[in-house]
T-cell receptor
Framework: AQSVTQLDSQVPVFEEAPVELRCNYS??????LFWYVQYPNQGLQLLLK??????LVKGINGFEAEFNKSQTSFHLRKPSVHISDTAEYFC???????????????FGKGTLLTVNP | DTGVSQDPRHKITKRGQNVTFRCDPI?????LYWYRQTLGQGPEFLTY????????KSRLLSDRFSAERPKGSFSTLEIQRTEQGDSAMYLC?????????????FGPGTRLLVL
């Protein structure tokens, strides 16, 4: 079975500061990794995904993440945050351990990023 | 591409009542997922459809829950005899079969409150 651990439930930062949101996963097979963002009272929007290839993945809104297989991590980073980045961020993993075509996502508990002026 | 839509956005009901939610996926997306998100938690998988066939159900989906996707288009999720523990955000996502891992696009969710 796969699982995702987001190490920080809340991360407060000041505007224009860099930020890193940490994510570790466990799975017995090859995985696909995702970061989603959720603004208040809205659904989830995909920020970026890692399927294969280059371990550094760039996404929308200036975010990037690095896949580290040996450390089973997929940390999300942004060099300079804005007030508008305040939201809940979810790391998720998908695999085909169960077989078939169901690429269901297993999510972490989320990290609330609060950007202060 | 108008995105995934869900209706209603909010639902307040009394314990014991039945509720039904609707999800309209992105046109031509043949895969559809339902997730449940409780306060302070990430979404949890409930069930999965490929076209009209329901291929997997989570153990979270008790006998009071039923989902359908007639004709492989929109989907409904019904909860019978609601309980206070059913209060949550119900999220729908769709994706298009592309021979590999596809991006799941999420709707805005239906927030259910059971009194």
């Amino acid at each position: 079975a796969q699982s995702v651990t987001q190490l920080d439930s809340q991360v407060p930062v000041f505007e224009e500061a860099p930020v890193e949101l940490r994510c570790n996963y466990s799975s017995s097979v090859s995985v696909y990794l995702f970061w989603y963002v959720q603004y208040p009272n809205q659904g989830l929007q995909l920020l970026l995904k890692y399927l294969s290839g280059s371990t550094l993945v760039k996404g929308i809104n200036g975010f990037e993440a690095e896949f580290n297989k040996s450390q089973t991590s997929f940390h999300l980073r942004k060099p300079s945050v804005h007030i508008s980045d305040t939201a809940e961020y979810f790391c998720a993993v998908s695999d085909l351990a169960s077989g078939g075509s169901n690429y269901k996502l297993t999510f972490g508990k989320g990290t609330l990023l609060t950007v202060n002026p | 591409d108008t995105g995934v839509s869900q209706d209603p956005r909010h639902k307040i009901t009394k314990r014991g009542q039945n509720v039904t939610f609707r999800c309209d996926p992105i046109s031509e997306h043949n895969r559809l997922y339902w997730y449940r998100q409780t306060l302070g938690q990430g979404p949890e998988f409930l069930t999965y459809f490929q076209n009209e066939a329901q291929l997997e159900k989570s153990r979270l989906l008790s006998d009071r829950f039923s989902a359908e996707r007639p004709k492989g288009s929109f989907s409904t999720l019904e909860i019978q005899r609601t309980e206070q523990g059913d209060s949550a955000m119900y999220l729908c996502a769709s994706s298009r079969r592309g021979g590999g891992v596809e991006t799941q696009y999420f709707g805005p969710g239906t927030r259910l409150l059971v009194l």
